[in-house]
């Protein structure tokens, strides 16, 4: 059954046509396309950053180090020209109880083993097994992930109350908001109709932001979140003891922290290779990434890992290379020492409007569509990751998804197994296998044969199966007791050379032929070293 990819619905996303591979080099247009769409990314980057660190419960400061110094490194040497990295609420949201317990200094160090864990990720080549990730839950990802960065640009409608609680924007002031996101959206739609030269978010946010100023509109704008000014940051070694009792302490947080910001990365890597045509760099994005949260953690920032949202922006604005991240981070820093008081008046409007654009943009529409024409477990699985990664988190969201989508198939696999029964003019009995041995379809295998009453020669043919796992094996030994138990004769034919080899009582009884077929067979060191056998 044909499924949709991730590159189908790519190609209908707004500005598809500038989803491109850079050609001629660095050429002058070139650049100016990298620097805008870096100019673009650090625009929608300050009010993420300060954001993420009130949800971490730390200064905004903090965060925009962070957004500064993973963007950077991760451009200079990440696996995929285009992603933007920096500060995320996927990592916030686990920040802000040791934060809040522990104190900042144990965030910093928690950043730092952090960034290790990650670095031996990458060494490792554990970045692999994110191909173990089925399409489904590449879908359900991206949609549930788009409706998290939707309904985090809610915040932006809320003002301070009587009793100076936040409540939601009415009368005057939430039109004044919705028609300016709404200019801001309708901008960014309408350009790149008329030119490509300005990528077009930037576009919606200057052209909103210059009449908001210049007509004096009273709006909410960067400056309502906090100030952003602040120094170049500076090495910080965390005010930690260290002790084991701190690493007890920081240790599971960090495990947590490096999972999620490997397995975000990664997933918005694959998703960025869609749209960009490019593969592979799993295990480089995850030294990236753990070398920026090192560095991170020892000048004060909070860590981070690849943010979709803002590669979003970055590929559809035109970045293809790592010029528009450098420069991201550089304009980032430019803000913090000196842009401050004109990045502070830029209107929030502007920001969500470009930010609902990549809601638009990230979600899978097509998903909607293929739910009849896929099968049901895939539907479910789809639904299922969009629902807990909203309700709880990516991390947890993926791997729900990879043990349901794992689950499903090995019960699909479990009814395969079968057996076609023939009967020689000796007495003979043959069952010719079809389907996998494994320890789903075990019960059913079992349930073919009845030494008690079969005839005195069983031939077990594996031509058209194969042994998988250890399960098998030992289901396959297990049988060969009952058989000897009755006083009868079996023998097993087609069998791989592993099986010949691991086997244990059941290894005289195989008959080598010329045609054994050639696998290898997923067991553990038990078996390896003869450890198992029928009684064990």
């Avoid at 820093?333 to 502070?344: D, K, P, R, T, Y």
Wanted: glycine share 10%.
């Amino acid at each position: 059954m044909n499924r949709p990819s991730l590159s189908a619905f790519a190609k209908n996303l707004p500005f598809a046509d500038q989803i491109a591979r850079p050609r001629n080099g660095f050429t002058p247009r070139r650049i100016s396309i990298e620097v805008l769409a870096g100019l673009t990314v650090s625009l929608a980057l300050v009010p993420e950053a300060v954001a993420f660190a009130f949800v971490a419960g730390v200064e905004p400061i903090v965060g925009l180090y962070a957004a500064f110094i993973v963007g950077l490194i991760t451009a200079l040497i990440g696996g995929r020209p285009g992603m933007i990295s920096g500060a995320t609420g996927a990592l916030a949201v686990v920040m802000v109880e040791l934060v809040m317990h522990h104190g900042v200094e144990y965030l910093f160090a928690t950043v730092v083993l952090m960034g290790i864990m990650q670095i031996i990720a990458g060494v490792t080549h554990m970045g692999k097994f994110i191909r173990l990730v089925p399409h489904p839950v590449m879908l359900g990802f991206v949609n549930g992930l788009a409706i998290v960065i939707f309904m985090a640009q809610l915040s932006q409608f809320k003002v301070a109350g009587p009793d100076g609680s936040q409540v939601y924007m009415t009368g005057l002031p939430l039109l004044t908001m919705l028609g300016l996101v709404g200019l801001t959206m309708i901008i960014i739609w309408g350009l790149p109709k008329f030119t490509k030269t300005i990528p077009a978010p930037l576009a919606g946010i200057g052209i909103v932001a210059a009449m908001v100023i210049g007509l004096g509109i009273d709006v909410p704008r960067v400056a309502d979140l906090s100030s952003i000014k602040g120094e170049f940051p500076v090495l910080h070694i965390p005010e930690v003891p260290f002790t084991l009792e701190t690493l007890w302490i920081i240790l599971p947080y960090a495990l947590i922290l490096a999972a999620i910001g490997l397995i975000e990365s990664l997933l918005t890597l694959n998703l960025v290779g869609e749209m960009t045509g490019k593969r592979g760099g799993a295990s480089k994005e995850c030294v990236a990434q753990g070398v920026a949260n090192t560095v991170t953690g020892v000048f004060g920032g909070m860590g981070g890992c690849a943010m979709i949202g803002q590669s979003m922006i970055n590929v559809k604005s035109g970045g293809r290379t790592r010029l528009s991240g450098i420069v991201a981070a550089l304009f980032l820093l430019a803000f913090i020492l000196v842009g401050s008081s004109l990045i502070e008046q830029i209107p929030l409007a502007a920001l969500v409007g470009v930010m609902f654009m990549v809601v638009i943009g990230t979600f899978a529409w097509q998903s909607l569509t293929i739910m009849r024409r896929i099968p049901l477990t895939d539907a479910f699985v789809i639904i299922l990751v969009t629902v807990v990664t909203v309700m709880t988190d990516l991390a947890i969201a993926v791997i729900v998804g990879v043990i349901v989508s794992a689950l499903a198939y090995a019960w699909n696999n479990a009814k395969r197994i079968h057996a076609k029964i023939e009967e020689e003019e000796d007495g003979s009995k043959i069952y010719k296998l079809e389907g996998p041995l494994f320890f789903g379809s075990i019960e059913g295998f079992n349930e073919m044969f009845d030494p008690a009453n079969d005839a005195d020669n069983v031939v077990i043919d594996f031509l058209n199966s194969r042994v998988v796992d250890q399960s098998a094996l030992q289901a396959i030994e297990t049988l060969a007791s009952k058989y000897e138990t009755h006083g009868k004769k079996l023998q097993l034919r087609h069998l791989s050379r592993d099986c010949h080899r691991l086997l244990n009582k059941a290894g005289q009884l195989i008959v080598d032929s010329d045609d054994d077929p050639d696998y290898g067979i997923a067991v553990d060191y038990s078996v390896q070293t003869g450890m198992f056998g029928a009684g064990h």
